[in-house]
């Protein structure tokens, strides 16, 4: 990781304990960060929901009110059939910089920071239980929560231009919420590395030991991200729902269990209307057509 981080820009490297967090909130009296308005910009065309975290001034911090935007957007008429994948995406030359330093400060208070730390996990913890695919298409830095936030996706898509940290340790905080994700994303000696040196890995690095799925050159980002993203769109909503769903749960049982799980799942996969017409459509060497209701398929 040394190696990582001589790879860093100089002017870099002496900035990434601030880059962990944004420090510029505007204050009201009594400390706390003034309201800011929606910081996160979505839009959605052929099943597809792009949601950009749209601060750039402030590298995209997950403030307080960014996760309550981003949470909004992904929420968003979540259950449409409409809606088949989302693209998480940051503005600027910075993923998401991680929590805003100026909400942490000691005149904000513990119980603010109670909600913007709760507010955080929620976010990242809905990430693996919504019922669509989730990507995360990163180019810039991605820290601390932001890190996290990446960890949390289903997908990750980098730049090679891209570095992921968890820098917390520089300013005196442990990056203990983003070592949830990260922890279960790379191997434990990686992650610990990172979470007790606060240095940054590469963009090869984090394919390497499981951070993110796949890396490109940025000019093939965009393309790359949305070739993943189509082919998403190709299946079964109700299907990739159910699997999905699945697959984070049988993760968190042994081997006997997942096993159990899996078979029943399986059964009742083949119950669905898709499902039926999916092993249809291969037999009778035809493209299959999706249901939107994810209804039972009827008795034969």
Known sequence: MAAAWLRVPRELRGRLGALAFSSRAPRQPGGRPETEGKLTRAW???????????????RNALSLAMLKSLREDLLRDIDSPDLRVIIISGEGPVFS???D??????????????????????????LPKLPVPVIAKVNGLATAAGCQLVASCDIAVASEES????????????????????????????????????EPITAQEALLHGLVSRVVPAE???????????????????????GK???????????????????????????LEDGREGIEAFLRKRKPVWSRSGRKGSPP
């Open 97 to 99: 910089s991680g929590h």
């Open 101 to 126: 330093l100026k909400e942490l400060s000691h005149e904000t208070g513990e119980k603010y920071h109670q909600e913007v730390f709760e507010t955080c996990v929620e976010v990242t913890s809905l």
């Open 220 to 242: 093939k980002l965009e393309d790359e991200t949305l070739r993943i993203a189509r082919k998403i769109c190709e299946s079964s909503r109700t299907v990739l729902a159910l």
């Open 44 to 58: 959605q065309a052929e099943g597809i929901r792009n949601v950009v975290l749209s601060h750039p001034r402030r």
């Open 245 to 271: 769903a699945t697959f984070y749960k049988q993760m968190a049982q042994d081997v006997e269990a997942a096993y159990r799980t899996t078979s029943g799942v399986m059964v009742d996969n083949l119950a």
């Open 163 to 198: 570095t992921f940290a968890t820098p917390g340790i520089n300013v005196g905080l442990f990056c203990s919420t983003p070592a949830v994700p990260v922890g279960r994303s790379l191997p434990r000696k990686v992650a610990l590395e990172m979470l007790f040196t606060g």
